[in-house]
């Protein structure tokens, strides 16, 4: 099968690659759509933590946003996952040990991650093998497209939860890509008055098309009491303002990861009685996104600006986008595609 490599930093190809094979309590999903994210592109800068810490390494196949069709089935597995329209959790942990058995396995310490650490390939390719544990059932009110929006959106649906708020709170965010906008949907869907805080003029003029309460640069947020702030952005200066701008005794959620190093002053913290919170990975929120995307209370769709086959990906980690679309933050891989149908 064709699979997106890594080979180095800032180097990556379409491979032909042993086809997957399911191994016992595993499945082969045939990938329909898979997204290509900031965790991507920081294993394309060679930023990525997990590679200077040994949980990754070159050549690496990365992709851990889809959604698919199961096409086979390992031993062990139930007979009825055959053909059914599915997406997964990224975190795969050991299974047994005290974080897996009290339901966090996303911090298990010796976790794989699809597409991120320990070498498991991702779904930037026509195929991937995943363990059947770890899959979630797509309703046919959730498409394709929305189907691989289910990751950052359980990952935007934890963020939510984890700030804490009562329907009429006002929450900021703090950036305005995909996370960010997720984020403020599931906000919005729970009674929420939410502002963004933006950098890009595009990136804030289409935040601003989706009907937030306001949506801001840095020196025009207005002195408001912000009831919460998600940091969804990968700015290092930015936790600590989301520090400074939340109301005391309320709450700081930080979900989104700088390259370099990021500092708070802990003593803020303690004399603003101030509760921080850290998010990693979707894997306790993705029931909940496929329920809210099926249900229509917060729709994805309008943040995938476009789909292309497989060999665009080097070019996405690059900047590029296709002409003409629109300024949604995420651009989704069709691997049944081809170049000339991008």
Sequence with gaps: ????????????????????????????????????????????????????????????????????????????????????????????????????????????EDRLEIGIRGGFPGALAEQLAVPASALLALPDDVDDTAGA??????????????????????????????????????ARAGGAEVHLMGRAPRSIEFANGLGFAGVWQRDTLPALRWDAVIDASNAAELPALALDLVEPGKRVVYLGISGTPSLIDTRTVALKDVTAVGILAASQGLAGAVAHFAAGSVDPLPLVAATVGLERVGDILSGWRPEGVSAGPKIHVDPRLSTDND
Excluded: K
């Design 149 to 186: 929006m289910v990751e950052p959106g359980g990952n935007a649906l934890r963020s939510v939860g984890a700030a804490g708020l009562a329907p009429g709170d006002r929450l900021l965010i703090l950036g305005t890509g995909t996370m960010g906008l997720l984020s403020a949907e599931f």
């Design 1 to 108: 099968m064709r699979a997106f490599v890594l080979t180095a930093p800032l180097q990556g190809e379409v491979q032909d690659v042993p086809d997957p094979i399911a191994a016992a309590g595993q499945v082969v999903v045939d990938i329909h759509r898979a997204g290509v994210c900031g965790t991507d592109h920081e294993f394309w800068t060679g930023e990525m933590t997990y590679l200077h810490d040994g949980f990754a390494a070159y050549p690496l196949r990365p992709g851990h946003e889809w959604s698919g069709v199961v096409s086979s089935l390992g031993a062990g597995v139930d007979p009825a996952w055959l053909g059914r329209r599915v997406t997964g959790d990224t975190m795969l942990g050991c299974g047994h040990c005290r974080r897996c058995l009290s339901g966090h396995h996303n911090v298990c």
